[in-house]
C-alpha cells in the first residue's frame, strides 16, 4: 500500500490504517514527504490529514510526534503541539525547551508553538529567548514566538514593536507592522495606518493589515480608509501579492458590494484600478500560470463583473479625489484625461505628486515647458528638481 496516497486518499479503511503506522511507528520518511507536498495539497486535503494523525494517536503513542521536529509544517505544528499538550502536559515542558533553546529553526517552530499554549508563569525563564526568536529571519519561528508573546501578553516586546514604528527605517517599520498584525494588537491601527500611508511600503504594510482588523470592520468603521487600504492591495498584485490573493481577500464580493450599493469617488477609483488590472492578469498568461484553477476561475468571474460595469460612471466620479489632500490623488491622476484638470495640480505642495503629475502629462504627450516652470517654482528638492528638468 501506498501509504502517502492512503493517507491523503478517500478510503476510510486505507487513511486510518496509513495515520496509525504514521504514528506508531513512527514513520519519519511519510511524515517527511507529507511536509515536502505542503505546498501541492489542497488546504482541505491537508485538513483532512491532520485530524486523521489526531485520531491515531493515544496516550501510548503520542510522545512518537517528536521524532517528526526535525520536520516543520504550519498545517500540522498546531496538531502536533495540541496532542502533545493534551496527553503530556506540562510534563513535557522541560524537553520541549531543550528543543526551544537548543533545536534547530524546524524544532524551534514546533517547541514554541507548544509553548503558545502555557501560561505566563510557566515561561518567564525563556520569555528574553522567545522575544529574540521574534526576530528571526526564518518565518515560521518569528510567527510562532510572536503568538507565544501575544498569548502571554507580553507588553515588553509589543512597546519594542511600537517604538519601532517609528523607525526611520522602512523595512524595520515594516517589521514592526508584521509583528503587531501576529501579536493581535488592534489598538495600534490608527499608527500602523499612518506608517502605511508614507512609506514607500504602502502596498505590503496595506496587505497585513486584513489581518489584524478584517476589511468589514474597517468599511464599517471609515469607509474610505477601508478603500484606500483595498487600492494598494489591488496596486500590489502580481508583483507583491500572488493573484490568489483575490480570494484571500474576497474581493470579488467587495467589487460589487461597492459598484452596486456604495459607489462613491473613491470606491469608483478602486474599481477603476481594479478593472485595469484584472484585465491585464487575464491577458498576460504568465502572470496566472502557476495559479491553480480556483483562482484563475475567480479572476475571471472579476473580469466578467468588470464587463458589466460602466467606466464613464466610474471615471465621472473620479475627479472628487483631484485635490492635494485626498489619499486617493496619486492613484486618481493616472486614470483623468482632462489637461486642464491636471494642470490645477501644478501649484501644489507637495512635491512628489508634482512629479507624478509631470509623468502623468508626459505619458499623454502633453508636458510643455510651461508646465516644468510652473511645477519647479514649489519645488525645493534638489533631487526631484533634477528629475523634472530631465522629463
Known sequence: MDLFKALTGKNPVEFEQAAKILVDTPDIELFKKLVKQDDFLFDFIKSNVAKRIANACNKQNYINLLSFFDYHSQSYDSLVAN???????????PEIKKFFLSGNNSNKAYALKFLSLLSKEKLDDILPAVREAAMSDDGAVSNNAIEVL????????KENAIKRLKSKDEFEQYNAVK??????????????????????????????????????????????LAVLILCNIVNAIPEILQPSAVIDYNLLEIFENLYYENLTSSSALLLRMAKEKF?????NEEYLFDCDKNTKDEISNINKFFRGVNVNKLNSLLYDELYEESDFVF???????????????????????????????KEKNALNDEHKKQALSHITSEDIKRIVEVL
Open 83 to 93: 496532542i502533545l499538550y493534551e496527553y503530556g502536559g506540562e510534563d513535557l515542558l
Open 331 to 361: 492613484f486618481a491622476v493616472d486614470y483623468i484625461n482632462d489637461i486642464e484638470e491636471l494642470e490645477t495640480l501644478l501649484d501644489s505642495s507637495n512635491q512628489t505628486l508634482l512629479l507624478k503629475v509631470l509623468s502623468v502629462l
Open 150 to 157: 501575544s498569548a502571554v501578553n507580553d507588553s515588553i516586546s
Open 279 to 283: 484585465e491585464s492578469l487575464e491577458e
Open 179 to 224: 509583528f503587531l498584525v501576529t501579536y493581535g494588537a488592534k489598538d495600534t491601527l490608527p499608527s500602523i495606518i499612518d506608517v502605511m500611508k508614507k512609506s514607500s511600503l504602502s502596498e505590503n504594510i496595506a496587505a497585513e493589515i486584513p489581518f489584524l482588523v478584517e476589511l468589514e470592520t474597517m468599511f464599517a468603521q471609515d469607509f474610505d
